[in-house]
């Protein structure tokens, strides 16, 4: 190979990749103006080293100060001028490519890393830096829509922070009446299921002697939950959440539950978006609730459907015959669920529509419709069971026409439920849940020509 | 530019890389044979994803149960079989050079990350992960001199432990005699400086109002100190060590106390080769006295000088007035200091040779030789004074004929002084020490011809 | 002495007294069904002692189960048959006064320990013993207006609780947002002074950096608080509530606050009632708030007045001008401050009027009519100033036409205002609050003819 | 009753009294010097009330002050000058000749409460006074020997103090490695049957997973253990100590663990001697035990025989026959174990001996002879098994020539065994134990004439 050929190209590439980044563009002002960039320039250098924690704490305070006009343009800056060195880049990519090995591959990957991920590694040493940093984030994400180019400061964060969070750094804790306040509000604050109303609500969902509610938390954020679960012991599988969660309802005594329910998980941190806490989650607390009360022997979620009456008013109605159109129509009344002869008539309807809809209903890149579904299902859970009228909130109605499914979650077949779903797309699921399906597709569903969501 | 020709070159360079990554070794064996390496691979499948943290557990396992010989061929493994994916590599690198931009050059940073980073991070999700893979490098150091090879394992691990490492995470806890004796035990086995004979000498270290010790511990090694340093509290800065740690010494109320000394400061986790905490801790053990003692306005070390002898025993020789290298020779009889007459000489040539040392003397790297001055130095603090029989242990003696030194922490001056060392070579040293190497220059010492280390 | 007819004659009132005690009374009915008697007998026993907290357990857990009806004739059992062995207590009786001695008298005083309090101390051996023996009194204050013959077993309860909640046992703790949810309603629940409606206006009260409350806990009682107090840091001494309390006042940097209010200070444990614990919080808090804000000099209440209207309506009427008490009896009309006219007329009768409530009134006892100045001047506060319309709710108006006052508390000269006050019924008062009463005996108050309250 | 008569009689003890009391004795100049005496008096009055804690603070200042010398006048002006009041005693006990009554029973006791009894609680208000106290005790307790004048005040202390350390406000911690070191070292300091020699020996007795240690503490003498129980899980009933200590030991899976082994129980606190921890320690551990760990279902000690050499060169010598004394005789040299057929000969006399030392020898109150047997027979254990050659120490064989005792703790059985003890004065023993006492009735040994120890 003719190397000097490369060697030229290679500088080629790098001197005007360096130009593209060196380029002041018109955003810089702000950003510039107040400091940060410089601040976050010295911060690499070696003076950054000596100041121990100043340095960071100021970009941190500078950019706190920041207002939400002013913030584009510090991105925008950590975008071009905190990327990757390009004359090291060629270098290295010229030395791999004369001559391949581990070695120079590896040497790339370190040649290449932006240089804003040395600066996001040393704000996090300031105290308090990695709360700040997931602000901070969490204000970028919010750009995102309009700012496309800065994508590639996210890439980074979330590269960093997924490592960060890493579930050997996080900390499982059970939330309880003896909960810091300062926690419990967040609880309030972030239910996103099953909303919160007030503290006595609260109160309901972990202080009785039949209800857990589980987070993970890191080190590093205190007081501030990172996902949470909350959990209903029963005696047997729920269908509807209405009861679970009545004022009034007769708890089982601990010891007496067999069934322990995932009825609610909520992520708290919006500037974790994409580092999944879920899974891992669910699993330990499954292990815990074995090993605290050995004889609930079954774990299973009572979830929500949100994506279903979107699908079915548009993919779905293909799959309904003519003469049940008329009853599909009558959901947009939201008392229908109190006319018994015509909820019938829609349960005959919907229920083969929501097997079909779990079962066999796949998104253009072929996965599962139902977001809740590809989550559980990724997990290595089981689809279970699909419930009628499982949540007849205005919400559970206007989302999913009141189903509810539950998912099961059996730590044996987990791995083998999981590798079916992710190599071969197979959705595993009860035999009461694949009867459905059929008894639809024998009566009343239209023919599935392949339909896809 | 010719993007088939580009097409085709990289291409070719992917499938060679390839071939050289997939070859298998016939370092292998053992690897493979307790399924070690498959067992990674999995980890890197979904079903990884899936098994939450069991097949992570599954691998410490498995690698616990190696015997030292085991280990080199599963470390090759990571080496050969784990490194970066040569086709997406080279895809990145194609498309960058075809159209150099930002996102392109950071894709290619995500594209050439060595596959067995994502194997550690997942290792770290099991109960126990990161103080295995802490363990695991402490390991993998021991076999880098006789498997230079494995140097590329070694890079991904540093990069990975200093950045979870990262100074935000650490937590600085007082050692006192109130801490559970499981820490404490690791302080008498870490203590590297100055050793603790026992735990009466442990106690006298810590527990009585004029002493103070700290340390950073992370929080997922549970009892693991990682650095601590041991502090004195003085009037006075004191020059000598002996009177400092000698049981029957007086103390100073620390009310009464306007001196910090730190004398020791000592690593602990051998796998964290690397991962520099002393700066950091210095400087906020700093800040923690300050709060909690504001008379106490000087912070000093009381430190070695390790690289002295050897140094003055080869270069330093030549400085050497002919007339006085007798002298230096009666240094080989640890009973010198003994002899007043014969010390008197001995230190009429050494002191001033020890400024030399520490201001003029520098290594093939242009900087200064002694290990503890160039850490104290680039950390900002300032070389305050040079002290005779500083340490009369047979340690002391044999490393630096008794030499000690103080290095002053001003934070108001840290930056300053950092930017001289960093930029300039420059050593900051008090008006004292600069006067013993004029003195010397007039006096005794040989014309210094550019005297490199 | 004829010791032979004292033998005699305290044998005789021996009998008398087991007979006495010993009558099994119409009440025992429920108390000896359920056996709670015997197993108090049997916990006093040598096997009470063997089954280490069994049986004491035991007899807390059918407590319990007594229905309200059940109790009185329970505690009618510890008063009836387990006070003072009266033979015992007639031969130490009969020792002492043969030959007297401290030996003896202290022997009468063992001899006479009602045996109820050994049931007492045994019970609180069982797992949660003290708290059911807290509530256990609470039960039994109850019953106290009705039946005054079980005083004699309140005694001993309030003996032994006010040497266990000793304030050497006590715990200060800060109660603020980071506190446990289970602390924060007890919180919500015991304010007894300035009503905290929910969970936000709780927040306002310990949550905002101008806030502080402090609460005893005992290492028994778990998340139980025992006394609270609620505190503002301010610049000056503040003369009304509702602005202290106001959600959207101006709060002051606490390093920039000079004075600390007291403006709330509730007890918690109606079981505890007459073990006393509000002066010690006080000046503990006082002690802490100095350590933590050295700026802050001046720590005073602001306090209700509960008596005044009371007495106003009764004794302070005879003082108060014929010409005058038309103005007072527009009191009624809650509206009345609105009318600045007339509130200014009202003012002029009443501040002279609180002055010679708290200055010269007495109750038949010979002490200050205002409880809450009783308990104040008795800690040796000073009564600092006397605020015209400080409370304006309903209850304020109500029970006080709207005066507050301050008392000081000034830790150099609480022992000699406490001193002057319990030695000469001295009521130390600023020397604003003592012109206000002098301008009110010089102009409208009628002269004071020896009015008690 | 003549009234008058009485009421005269009772003034005139009271008066009597007063005088005794009001005596300054010579003994009082240290105590009043330094001006403690009339603190404690000041303490009482409501000046004490009103100082907090400071006075209180000051009285203890002013006591850690005296010298040993100094001490003794202290407690004597307790004991004279700090005992009831004469007075009210006088009208307390006349008020109940008169007409005897459960009330004015009870009001004996209060009247004639020693006064020093609140000078303690109220020493106890300040901060560390609890720890104070108990010193204070220590101190007394020494001098009882010598001053029996001062025992009037050590029951009040006994009293108090028993009160306070009421079980029920006890906490129990496991102690293991990851203890404080500021507690580990007293467990050193403080094992009183089984040296432990450093703090390696230390490690060993508590950190194997085979090793227990429990300890009572009480929340107001931080880090101060009240009494300790050292534990080992084993799979039989040991018979022997050494191999149980043997720091070569094969460690017992504590999983495997069939029999927990209470082999040394230590108390702490001199100043706290006649509070008995004891027996509620040995049953809670037990409780703590079998939740932990369920397959154990022994709980036994191995228990020295400190009494049975001294109890067998006195009254045992009245039981061996004429022939087998010289046997005995060749006990005095600490080399007899060795001699194997000596041994034998030694353990044919001695052994039926043990059991009729355990069984049948008596001290003239009635009770067994050993101290270690009467705790664990009085806590309601059972004597299971005589061990011969159980400790081979000096002092192992010094005491009890060897020999060592299993006490069997079956729960189910405590009660019983207790009250068969208290009542009857039975040993209750295992049918092994009761055969070796009738070997030697029916052989070796002397015919038993009722001797008693």
Same mark, same amino acid.
Not at 45 to 69: F, M, P
Not at 319 to 343: G, K, M, N, Y
């Given at each position: 190979?003719?190397?000097?050929?490369?060697?030229?190209?290679?500088?080629?590439?790098?001197?005007?990749?360096?130009?593209?980044?060196?380029?002041?563009?018109?955003?810089?002002?702000?950003?510039?103006?107040?400091?940060?960039?410089?601040?976050?320039?010295?911060?690499?250098?070696?003076?950054?080293?000596?100041?121990?924690?100043?340095?960071? =704490?100021?970009?941190?305070?500078?950019?706190?100060?920041?207002?939400?006009?002013?913030?584009?343009?510090?991105?925008?800056?950590?975008?071009?001028?905190?990327?990757?060195?390009?004359?090291?880049?060629?270098?290295?990519?010229?030395?791999?490519?004369?001559?391949?090995?581990?070695?120079?591959?590896?040497?790339?990957?370190?040649?290449?890393?932006?240089?804003?991920?040395?600066?996001?590694?040393?704000?996090?040493?300031?105290?308090?830096?990695?709360?700040?940093?997931?602000?901070?984030?969490?204000?970028?994400?919010?750009?995102?829509?309009?700012?496309?180019?800065?994508?590639?400061?996210?890439?980074?964060?979330?590269?960093?922070?997924?490592?960060?969070?890493?579930?050997?750094?996080?900390?499982?804790?059970?939330?309880?009446?003896?909960?810091?306040?300062?926690?419990?509000?967040?609880?309030?604050?972030?239910?996103?299921?099953?909303?919160?109303?007030?503290?006595?609500?609260?109160?309901?969902?972990?202080?009785?002697?039949?209800?857990?509610?589980?987070?993970?938390?890191?080190?590093?954020?205190?007081?501030?939950?990172?996902?949470?679960?909350?959990?209903?012991?029963?005696?047997?599988?729920?269908?509807?959440?209405?009861?679970?969660?009545?004022?009034?309802?007769?708890?089982?005594?601990?010891?007496?539950? =067999?069934?322990?329910?995932?009825?609610?998980?909520?992520?708290?941190?919006?500037?974790?978006?994409?580092?999944?806490?879920?899974?891992?989650?669910?699993?330990?607390?499954?292990?815990?609730?074995?090993?605290?009360?050995?004889?609930?022997?079954?774990?299973?979620?009572?979830?929500?459907?949100?994506?279903?009456?979107?699908?079915?008013?548009?993919?779905?109605?293909?799959?309904?015959?003519?003469?049940?159109?008329?009853?599909?129509?009558?959901?947009?009344?939201?008392?229908?669920?109190?006319?018994?002869?015509?909820?019938?008539?829609?349960?005959?309807?919907?229920?083969?529509?929501?097997?079909?809809?779990?079962?066999?209903?796949?998104?253009?890149?072929?996965?599962?419709?139902?977001?809740?579904?590809?989550?559980?299902?990724?997990?290595?859970?089981?689809?279970?069971?699909?419930?009628?009228?499982?949540?007849?909130?205005?919400?559970?109605?206007?989302?999913?026409?009141?189903?509810?499914?539950?998912?099961?979650?059996?730590?044996?077949?987990?791995?083998?439920?999981?590798?079916?779903?992710?190599?071969?797309?197979?959705?595993?699921?009860?035999?009461?849940?694949?009867?459905?399906?059929?008894?639809?597709?024998?009566?009343?569903?239209?023919?599935?020509?392949?339909?896809?969501?």
């Amino acid at each position: 190979m003719n190397s000097a050929f490369f060697s030229d190209l290679l500088t080629t590439i790098a001197e005007r990749s360096r130009a593209l980044l060196g380029l002041p563009g018109e955003d810089d002002g702000a950003g510039r103006n107040n400091g940060l960039v410089d601040l976050c320039e010295a911060l690499l250098s070696g003076r950054g080293e000596a100041s121990g924690t100043a340095l960071a =704490r100021e970009v941190l305070d500078r950019y706190a100060a920041l207002n939400e006009g002013e913030r584009p343009a510090f991105f925008m800056s950590l975008a071009k001028n905190f990327g990757p060195d390009g004359e090291a880049l060629a270098k290295a990519t010229q030395a791999w490519t004369q001559s391949p090995s581990q070695d120079k591959a590896t040497a790339i990957h370190y040649a290449s890393e932006p240089r804003r991920q040395e600066v996001f590694r040393r704000l996090n040493r300031a105290p308090g830096g990695t709360a700040a940093l997931v602000r901070m984030r969490e204000h970028l994400l919010k750009l995102l829509p309009a700012h496309p180019e800065l994508k590639v400061v996210d890439r980074d964060f979330a590269h960093l922070l997924a490592s960060w969070f890493n579930r050997g750094f996080l900390v499982l804790r059970r939330i309880d009446w003896s909960s810091p306040a300062v926690v419990l509000e967040k609880i309030i604050r972030y239910e996103a299921v099953h909303q919160i109303r007030d503290w006595d609500d609260l109160r309901r969902r972990i202080d009785p002697p039949d209800r857990r509610c589980y987070a993970f938390f890191h080190p590093a954020l205190v007081d501030e939950p990172l996902i949470f679960v909350e959990v209903a012991l029963t005696a047997d599988m729920p269908g509807a959440v209405q009861p679970l969660l009545a004022g009034e309802r007769v708890a089982t005594p601990p010891e007496q539950a =067999r069934t322990a329910v995932f009825y609610s998980i909520s992520n708290c941190q919006q500037g974790l978006a994409g580092v999944s806490f879920g899974n891992f989650l669910i699993k330990q607390v499954v292990e815990e609730l074995r090993r605290e009360l050995p004889r609930v022997d079954t774990f299973v979620t009572l979830s929500p459907a949100p994506g279903f009456m979107k699908w079915m008013r548009t993919r779905g109605l293909d799959l309904v015959a003519e003469a049940d159109r008329e009853a599909i129509e009558t959901l947009d009344d939201p008392l229908w669920p109190q006319d018994e002869e015509l909820a019938g008539q829609i349960r005959a309807v919907l229920e083969p529509l929501a097997a079909h809809y779990f079962l066999e209903a796949r998104t253009t890149g072929d996965r599962p419709v139902d977001p809740v579904a590809r989550f559980h299902l990724g997990n290595g859970a089981r689809l279970e069971r699909i419930n009628w009228l499982g949540d007849i909130s205005p919400k559970g109605l206007g989302e999913s026409a009141g189903v509810m499914v539950n998912y099961l979650y059996d730590l044996d077949q987990i791995e083998r439920n999981h590798e079916a779903f992710a190599n071969s797309g197979e959705v595993v699921a009860s035999a009461a849940v694949r009867r459905l399906l059929k008894a639809g597709q024998r009566g009343r569903l239209a023919p599935a020509n392949g339909v896809k969501a």
